[in-house]
């Protein structure tokens, strides 16, 4: 798989680029989490406007016919401003989920809404024991009459603040699989919380007690959406690490700026040899990061579903820690002022640490690398 970008490529990272540099910057951003919410949805207009909302859909459903390199090109750009608005949740988790699991008739009326920016839709999937990843699920959905009466939780639901519906994973009583549901914001029987993460960013929590929906809210098949559900999953794992390729490289940039300009002893703290070995550190970090990303990018194009999972668990294992070290390393780096709210790195590394936790952390996916592990050694020795 070529990672060289194309010119087109290279133009979209230019735009995001330009747009997070004259009107994401901090004091932008600051502004944004002190009005709450999930962002401005002037923003939010303005990635429809320009196609980032719709670059990995097909162009039959509104989309620009792109691939998940150009959402992950996106991504990684959005990652160095912080960007708040919801396009994890939203623009890739949910789009895949629908893109990959629902009816022909589904996706032909609700992706170009999605693509358009008019019409917003979060993925819920995690529960407290699931801890991010797709199973187990205990949220049931019993059948009553012509639909389904759905009862449970969800958490760290992204996106949610502002959607106008749900695609809910949920068990059926006395059948096998996972069926995908779709279910309205406004339905009576659901209470949503809304709980702020460490990094400014917001979530909810849905509690579904007794929330009737219709045979039509079942996204594709019953029983048959935890194949949907891994693909939305998989995008959005990618995307994440992505976003985090580029909060590794906004947070060497900040600090090789300080350390240039900060001056000890009569000279930048940057000439100390010691501090010079810990910034290569920081450099390789991101390095091997972005060859995992590539890995996971070419997995996810060429490889067959159990390969995949395996790539994608070492992926957000790998790039969660990196962006922990890189972003820790860089508040040290800075001192005092690295801790202060004022100032930039410390909240890159805020957004590691909620990152590293969402979709499953680095530990839940080291512990799914070695279950496929041992189930591979298994399978050679038969």
């Known amino acids: 798989m070529n990672f060289d970008l194309t010119s087109e490529q290279q133009l979209l990272q230019d735009s995001v680029r330009r747009f997070i540099d004259k009107a994401y910057t901090f004091e932008a951003r600051t502004a944004l989490l002190k009005a709450g919410g999930s962002g401005s949805d ?9 196609g980032w909302l719709m670059a990995a859909l097909p162009e039959t459903y509104g989309g620009l016919g792109g691939t998940l390199l150009d959402t992950a090109i996106i991504a990684q750009e959005m990652g160095r401003g912080l960007v708040v608005e919801p396009y994890l949740g939203c623009a890739v988790m949910a789009a895949q989920t629908l893109l990959a699991g629902g009816t022909e008739a589904q996706k032909a009326a609700q992706l170009p809404q999605l693509a358009a920016g008019s019409l917003r839709i979060a993925l819920a999937y995690s529960e407290p024991a699931s801890r991010g990843m ?25 996106g949610a603040v502002d ?8 068990v059926v009583p006395g059948t096998q699989g996972i069926t ?5 914001a406004d339905t009576p029987g659901l209470n949503r919380r809304a709980l702020p993460l460490h990094d400014g960013s917001w979530v909810e929590e849905l509690a579904f007690d007794g929330v009737r929906v219709s045979a039509q809210a079942v996204l594709g098949e019953p029983g048959q959406g935890l194949p949907a ?18 909060v590794m490289e906004k947070t060497i940039e900040l600090t ?17 040899q010691a501090l010079q070995h810990r910034m290569a550190e920081m450099a390789a ?19 067959d579903a159990a390969a995949r999972h395996k790539t994608l668990s070492a992926t957000k294992m790998l790039i969660g820690r990196a962006a922990k070290f890189v972003c820790g390393q860089g508040i040290q780096l800075h001192g005092g002022i690295g801790m202060t709210e004022e100032y930039a790195v410390g909240h890159y590394y805020k957004r590691a640490v909620v990152a590293d936790l969402l979709l499953g952390s680095s530990d839940s996916h080291e512990a799914a690398c070695a279950t496929a592990l041992q189930a591979q050694l298994r399978a050679g020795a038969a």
């Open 256 to 272: 090789a700026d300080y350390l240039r300009t900060r001056q000890q002893f009569g000279v930048p703290i940057g000439s100390f």
């Open 285 to 303: 970090e991101l390095e091997v990061a972005r060859s995992m990303l590539h890995a996971a990018l070419a997995s996810l194009a060429n490889d």
């Open 180 to 184: 995908l549901l779709q279910v309205e």
């Open 134 to 158: 797709p199973e187990p699920v205990s949220l049931r959905a019993a059948r009553d009459g012509d639909g389904y009466v759905l009862h449970g939780t969800k958490s760290l639901v992204l």
């Open 42 to 50: 002037g923003n939010w207009r303005l990635f429809a406007e320009n």
């Open 229 to 246: 559900l891994r693909a939305g999953l998989a995008s959005g794992t990618v995307v994440l690490c992505a976003e985090l390729i580029g």
């Open 163 to 170: 959607a106008h519906a749900f695609i809910v994973s949920a």
